[in-house]
């Protein structure tokens, strides 16, 4: 079945402690992306990626890292949390193109005390 | 840069009524213009989408028209269901290099028997 896999799906932590959401995908995509999802404001993208070793920032890159050392993986990366990146990551993934459908994950709720 | 205004929620029907959700966007170029929609608990999917001025998308009885003339793409069904209570997102992607999307900030339908 194709997918997009994030874990974990829902997350709790404190101010200050590293965490990683993961995003795996079984489609060969070569594009992923990851959004924030927040209530009145829509999705936003934080970063993307176009291939692997590829990545560039989105709208709100702020506090976040990601990596892609492989096709398939895009990981998201809270070095630092804070409070204000409580919210719902959704992580997406679609084939080369400019009209080409995005494949949406599950979503990771976080909050950050 | 682009934008993409979609009407305010939540919109409360009866089944069987006419739905029409209200999206309007600005960008340069010729965007592809899409509309995603998130049921409760899960990540977003496509729900329609077209590439070109005066195409219409479509997909479970859900149509909406590229309108180039007034930059909308609304979105509309002729009878609603219980099964179609989710939030909806207008979205566009720009023309040319990396499809980065660009979304609304979400309309929640919730229909009632």
């Known amino acids: 079945e194709a997918q997009v896999t994030q874990n974990p799906r829902y997350l709790i932590t404190v101010t200050g402690k590293k965490l990683t959401v993961t995003c795996s995908q079984n489609?060969?995509?070569?594009?992923m992306s990851w959004y924030r999802q927040d209530p009145g404001l829509g999705l936003r993208q934080i970063y993307y990626?176009?291939?692997?070793?590829?990545?560039d920032k989105g709208d709100v890159p702020e506090g976040y890292k990601v990596s892609r050392k492989e096709k398939r993986n895009f990981p998201l990366i809270l070095e630092s949390p804070s409070p204000n990146q409580t919210s719902l990551y959704f992580c997406?993934?679609?084939?080369?193109?400019?009209?080409?459908?995005?494949?949406f994950g599950p979503g990771t709720r976080l909050t950050v005390l | 840069g682009n934008s993409v205004t979609q009407m305010e929620g939540p919109v409360t029907l009866s089944e069987e009524a006419f739905l029409t959700i209200n999206c309007t966007y600005t960008?340069?170029?010729?965007?592809?213009l899409f509309w995603y929609v998130q049921y409760p608990g899960e990540g977003l999917q496509l729900l329609l989408k077209?590439?070109?001025?005066?195409d219409k998308g479509s997909n479970k009885g859900f149509e909406a028209t590229y309108r180039k003339e007034t930059t909308s793409f609304h979105l509309e069904k002729g009878s609603v269901q219980v099964s179609d209570s989710a939030v909806y997102f207008c979205?566009?992607?720009?023309?040319?290099?990396?499809?980065?999307?660009?979304f609304g900030t979400g309309t929640k339908l919730q229909v009632i028997p």
């Open positions: 960008a340069t170029g010729y965007p592809s």
């Open positions: 077209a590439t070109k001025a005066d």
């Open positions: 997406a993934s679609s084939i080369q193109g400019e009209t080409d459908t995005q494949y």
């Open positions: 489609m060969n995509h070569e594009y």
């Open positions: 979205a566009l992607s720009r023309a040319g290099g990396y499809q980065k999307v660009t």
């Open positions: 990626s176009m291939n692997v070793e590829v990545t």
